[in-house]
């Protein structure tokens, strides 16, 4: 019974930069991270966070993109930087605690000017 709440989506122009935060609730987590989807593909890791603080990115954003965790404020966000239309997607914060994976409900994110 976790609870994820997401924010931080919405429309930036390309080249912009956006944060997209997730807190949870409700248990210890292993690892956080965030995954997207675009319309007609298949669900993608963007990045990933093991509580050890242990990192792992998507050849799609690496060198552009930064996850980090508030461990006081059990928050995972995802800094995006050098935006482009390709990142257009539904962006899904991922949590793996002792019971398994535990999804949110999704944030859209729409580059475009």
């Known amino acids: 019974q976790v609870q994820l709440v997401e924010s931080g989506g919405g429309l930036v122009q390309p080249g912009g930069s956006l944060r997209l935060s997730c807190a949870a609730s409700?248990?210890?987590?292993?690892?956080m991270g965030w995954y997207r989807q675009a319309p007609g593909k298949e669900r993608e890791l963007v990045a990933r966070i093991t509580r050890g603080g242990d990192t792992n990115y998507a050849d799609s954003v690496k060198g552009r993109s930064t996850i980090s965790i508030d461990n006081a404020k059990n928050t995972v966000y995802l800094q995006m930087n050098s935006l482009k239309p390709e990142d257009t997607a539904v962006y899904y914060c991922n949590v793996a605690t002792i019971r398994g994976y535990n999804w949110g409900k999704g944030t859209p994110v729409t580059v475009s000017s």
């Open positions: 409700g248990s210890i987590f292993y690892a």
